[in-house]
């Protein structure tokens, strides 16, 4: 029998509890790795738990209560994610928060919450990836899922894109930082991934229907068309990409983009 992609390998996604992050987790299982899900709402995390297990055993999943803005929190996750499995090969921060507004109606309350998530997170748990690593010598591989909107700026989201861009680069810095040691930082960035997705939920879909003039259930076909393919992006999709950083076949790639797009023409800086 061919030996799976991440047979023998365990990692921990951020944001596992709903949509890319689930996705992720479901698709690294059936590839054969332990898996340590994160995300804030517990009974979300222990459903998802479930059905991971019940495809690939209850031995092979951990969920952990966590915010990723949390230091402490943080720091806690990987202390419990080694007493369990004693080592963390993939990190994927997926974790993520969209807060739609005109600026001049953004609060600094609602600008901290989408930094908080995106850049503050992402920063926790990659500096607890490199201090497990550079201890260990693992030559971890970490996977930030960004944005098409961090290099594709849109109006009334400038807090989630320029937390977005900040993430970008955030990955590239520490792909740079962490090839000595043989550790590889890649970005994954989708566009309008709906299915599954709590930030398509009914209120943002009524948002967006209202600012490009469509009507709500309108929304996924004019996503689908708005990209070059004309293809809608699944959750599947973007674990697709994840996985192809996160194992072997990624191998000899650092502080590289994927988008998981359709194909954006603003945002085709490749
Ligand atoms: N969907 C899209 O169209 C799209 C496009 C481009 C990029 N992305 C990016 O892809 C990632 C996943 O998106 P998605 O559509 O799958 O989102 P989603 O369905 O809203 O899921 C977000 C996940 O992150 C968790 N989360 C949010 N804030 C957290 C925090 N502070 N600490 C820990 N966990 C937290 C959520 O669980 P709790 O709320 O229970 O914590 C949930 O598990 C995000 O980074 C997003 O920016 C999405």
């Known amino acids: 029998m061919m030996k799976k992609e991440l ?36 009974e979300k995390l222990e459903i998802v738990s479930c059905e991971i297990a019940g495809l690939v ?7 952990i209560q966590t915010d990723v803005s949390d ?14 499995f004693k080592q963390i ?13 005109r600026v001049e109606e953004t609060t600094l309350e609602e600008w901290t919450q989408v930094y908080g998530t995106n850049v503050v997170g992402s920063f926790l748990v990659s500096r607890e990836a490199f201090r497990h690593w550079k201890n260990t010598r693992i030559p971890g591989s970490l996977i930030f899922v960004s944005s ?23 990955a590239r810095c520490l792909a740079v930082e962490g090839a000595p040691y043989g550790i590889r930082v890649n970005s994954v960035l989708p566009d309008a991934v709906i299915k599954d997705s709590e930030m398509f939920s009914p209120e943002r879909r009524k948002q967006v229907a209202q600012r490009y003039g469509i009507r709500d259930e309108e929304i996924e076909t004019f996503y689908r068309n708005r990209n070059l393919l004309k293809v809608s992006i699944f959750p599947e999709d973007v674990a697709e990409a994840i996985l192809f950083f996160a194992g072997n076949r990624g191998g ?11 194909g954006i023409e603003t945002a085709l800086a490749r």
């Open 7 to 42: 047979s023998g390998k365990v990692a921990l996604i951020t944001g596992g509890s709903s949509g890319i992050g689930k996705a992720t987790a479901i698709r690294f299982a059936q590839e054969g790795a332990k898996v340590v899900i994160l995300a804030r709402r517990i």
């Open 57 to 63: 055993g209850e031995e092979k999943v951990l969920p």
């Open 71 to 84: 230091e402490a929190q943080v720091r806690s996750a990987f202390r419990k994610t080694m007493d369990v």
């Open 89 to 101: 090969d993939i990190v994927v921060c997926n974790a993520g928060y969209l807060y739609s507004s």
């Open 148 to 170: 098409k909107n961090a290099i594709s700026p849109s109006a009334q989201v400038s807090a989630y894109c320029s937390a977005k861009a900040a993430t970008l680069h955030l």
């Open 252 to 262: 000899k790639t650092t502080g590289a983009i994927l988008p998981v797009d359709g």
